[in-house]
């Protein structure tokens, strides 16, 4: 059974770093693309980026470009999302998700959500 | 790049037919058909409901169909049931820029 399991919710302050976590079991990890999601408090859902964790190769949305970093460690089926410095404005659940292999879209697999909450 | 275009709400009783439009451009919707649609319930991870334009994932009920017009993309809920209220996206893939992948505005689909 393919599953995304997500690290849990993040209490942060504003200008503190931040990794969250999405392990994935299953299925080959390294054949197969990992998103990122972004929904705010209320809001709609928001494309961040994406990882090939095969040979690293990562999109991102300008959006989120130089504003978060996604890796992946294919040691353990992980892959991140980091920040820097967070802000008030990155609270926010954040999702990862799975393509069908090969392909970018569309995200048939998705993990739990992380909730990121800057506040200070 | 913005984000494609739904209506805020659709409303419809219980077995009735109701239809959620998505209107974005030619370098996404109109473009390819890699169109697909999200169900999400409150609290709840989003679920792949349709892709390719007007193809069902295996175990979601066909209820739901989608087409393609131009620009504009449509998901229609047959038979409507208490449990199809939630929240619905539409995305598509796109070739903007280095964006990939634009979801919807979203539209809260409520059985009245």
């Known amino acids: 059974e393919v599953q995304l399991v997500q690290s849990g919710a993040e209490v942060k302050k504003p200008g503190e770093s931040l990794k969250i976590s999405c392990k994935g079991s299953g299925y080959s990890f390294t054949s197969y693309w990992i998103g990122w999601v972004r929904q705010m408090p209320g809001k709609g859902l928001e494309w961040m980026g994406i990882i090939y964790p095969g040979d690293s190769d990562t999109r991102y949305s300008p959006s989120f470009q130089g504003q978060v970093t996604i890796s992946a460690d294919k040691s353990i089926s992980t892959a991140y999302l980091q920040w820097s410095s967070l802000k008030a404005s990155d609270t926010a659940m954040y999702y990862c998700?799975?393509?069908?292999?090969?392909?970018?879209?569309?995200?048939?697999?998705w993990g739990q959500g992380t909730l990121v909450t800057v506040s200070s | 790049q913005s984000a494609l275009t739904q209506p805020a709400s659709v409303s419809g009783s219980p077995g009735q037919s109701i239809t959620i439009s998505c209107t974005g451009t030619s370098s996404d919707v109109g473009g390819y058909n890699y169109v697909s649609w999200y169900q999400q319930h409150p609290g709840k991870a989003p679920k792949l409901m349709i892709y390719?334009?007007?193809n069902r994932p295996s175990g979601v009920s066909n209820r739901f169909s989608g087409s393609k017009s131009g620009n504009t993309a449509s998901l229609t809920i047959s038979g409507l049931q208490a449990e199809d209220e939630a929240d619905y996206y539409c995305?598509?893939?796109?070739?903007?820029?280095?964006?990939?992948?634009?979801f919807g505005t979203g539209t809260k689909v409520t059985v009245l």
């Open positions: 995305s598509s893939y796109t070739s903007s820029s280095t964006l990939l992948y634009v």
């Open positions: 390719d334009v007007s």
């Open positions: 998700a799975r393509p069908p292999r090969g392909q970018l879209v569309p995200f048939d697999y």
